[in-house]
């Protein structure tokens, strides 16, 4: 098992340009999740999906947007971007029991917004 | 608010020493407490899992505790070595399974 993928590992953009990150999960979870980790301020929950077809906003939403069409895949889209949106980001994957869901991580993408 | 609290921010200790991580978290309602580990520029790899009905778990050298009514989680590493070196997170599930709040993290050195 591959686990969490994330692709791709690096990136650097400039202002007002557009991206796709991809994650991907082989252990048939059904919830994923995109974070991102700041210096000083942990990790913070972007969007989450409770399955194929659905998403939800996390905590820090705003200037991204996710697609889940297939189960094993959860996409994070930056239409427009910003040197606030400089960080490392996270995908994970859990399942759907709160009691039990212990949280698989991808090993991250690193984004640069000149 | 919910906040999940790790003090220090960062700890060195000298190879060989038996050593507790601190986690803390004000509200009770909690459904697990789940322990990572984090080296630098690499994702997070799960350590220990504690449900709400449990008192701890173990792994190998680790283990983790948690007191709902104190608010408190630790982990306990047992003859640390170099290779234990990285930066420690804890993480509360609360409500859902989406809602999950993350610690900072303590950052670990063991000088060898």
């Known amino acids: 098992n591959a686990g969490v993928t994330q692709t791709p590992k690096f990136r650097v953009l400039k202002t007002g340009q557009s991206m796709t990150l991809l994650c991907a999960q082989d252990m048939n979870h059904e919830y994923m999740y995109w974070y991102r980790q700041d210096p000083g301020m942990g990790l913070r929950l972007i969007h989450y999906s409770v399955g194929e077809g659905t998403t939800a906003k996390g905590e820090v939403p705003d200037g991204y947007n996710v697609s889940r069409l297939k189960k094993q895949n959860f996409l994070l889209g930056l239409e427009s971007a910003a040197p606030s949106q400089t960080s490392v980001y996270f995908c994970a994957s859990g399942l759907a029991d709160r009691s039990y869901n212990e949280q698989f991580f991808g090993p991250g993408t690193r984004l640069t917004v000149l | 608010k919910q906040e999940v609290t790790q003090i220090p921010a960062a700890l060195s200790v000298p190879e060989g020493e038996n050593l507790v991580l601190n986690c803390s978290f004000t509200?009770?309602?909690?459904?697990?407490l789940q322990w990572f580990r984090q080296d630098p520029g690499k994702g997070l790899t799960s350590l220990l899992l504690i449900q709400s009905s449990q008192r701890e778990q173990t792994s190998g050298r680790l283990n983790a505790s948690l007191d709902k009514s104190s608010g408190r989680s630790t982990l306990y590493i047992a003859a640390s070595q170099p290779g234990d070196s990285a930066t420690y997170l804890c993480?509360?599930?609360?409500?859902?399974?989406?809602?999950?709040?993350f610690g900072s993290g303590t950052r670990l050195s063991i000088r060898p």
């Open positions: 993480a509360g599930t609360y409500s859902s399974a989406s809602k999950i709040i």
């Open positions: 509200d009770s309602a909690i459904y697990n």
